[in-house]
């Protein structure tokens, strides 16, 4: 089981069936509590936000539990995998980073739900909605993948002068 | 003769990029040792070497999150 867990190497579509089935389970276990709606992130982060500022409990529900245990489950995950560490990046990817994530928030914002509100529930409902944004979320990636991801000029191999070892 | 790739702090698929046009400078049967501290690349680079028919001759976890692999170009 720990094996399975934090060494082997998951094909990504067995794994997006296991996400599948947790997306469908996730809707009546959120019903259950009363939130009527499947995963989310962009609202429950915003709820958690609001509660760290406002310090209104109302604003804790099962969605703002489900990011929670994303980031302790990930951090679980990582840790148990010898695949956690803190890492610092340039200051550029940072600042990339950054305006991403403000990008991401004001894409949310006006397709009225994030990535997963959009492309894991919305086309789940089989709404027009998900899958115009999920369409619009790939071509952005492209395009956005077509014109960063390239070699950097300067960072060419050195050669070393330790000898081979066979 | 082996030539050092070092890739640590950058993000993925920067080492992998940086991987092919590194081994593109290399000779047949020289090897390219490169170190990366993103978890993706551990399935991209030995996927890639794959893919080119790149032999993979050691491929290790030097502490947390970050690893070394050495692909020979042929």
């Known amino acids: ?32 509590t009363g939130r009527n709606s499947g995963l989310g992130i962009t609202t429950p982060s915003a709820n958690l ?15 703002v539990m489900l990011v929670i245990g994303i980031l302790v489950g990930s951090f679980i995950a990582a840790k148990a995998s ?22 991401m928030r004001v894409g949310a914002a006006i397709a009225g739900g994030c990535t997963v509100g959009n492309a894991m ?7 027009y909605q998900g899958w115009v944004a999920t369409l ?10 077509k014109a960063t991801i390239k070699p950097k000029q300067s960072a ?10 066979a | 003769m082996k030539q050092v790739l070092e890739t640590d702090g950058l993000v993925c698929p920067f080492p992998l990029v940086e991987a092919k046009d590194a081994i593109s400078g290399l000779e047949i049967g020289n090897e390219l040792v490169i170190n990366f501290d993103c978890t993706q690349a551990t399935e991209a680079i030995p996927q890639w070497a794959a893919e080119n028919g790149y032999p993979v001759t050691h491929f290790d976890r030097v502490t947390d999150a970050s690893w070394t692999i050495t692909v020979q170009k042929a």
Not at chain 1, 11 to 30: D, H, K
Not at chain 1, 156 to 165: I, K, M, Q
Request: net charge negative; glycine share 10%.
């Open chain 1, 82 to 103: 010898g695949e956690f560490r803190i890492r610092v990046r340039d200051q550029a990817t940072i600042i990339k980073s950054i305006l991403g994530g403000i990008g």
């Open chain 1, 156 to 165: 060419a191999a050195v050669p070393t002068t330790e000898s081979r070892s």
């Open chain 1, 136 to 145: 619009f979320m790939i071509v952005g990636a492209g395009v956005a993948a």
């Open chain 1, 121 to 127: 529930v919305s086309t789940a409902q089989f709404e």
């Open chain 1, 1 to 32: 089981m720990a094996h399975l867990l934090t060494e082997r190497w998951w094909n990504p579509f067995a794994t997006a069936v296991v996400i599948g089935i947790i997306a469908t389970i996730a809707w009546p276990l959120s019903a259950a």
């Open chain 1, 49 to 63: 936000t609001g509660y760290l500022a406002t310090g209104d409990t109302e604003l804790i529900d099962w969605g």
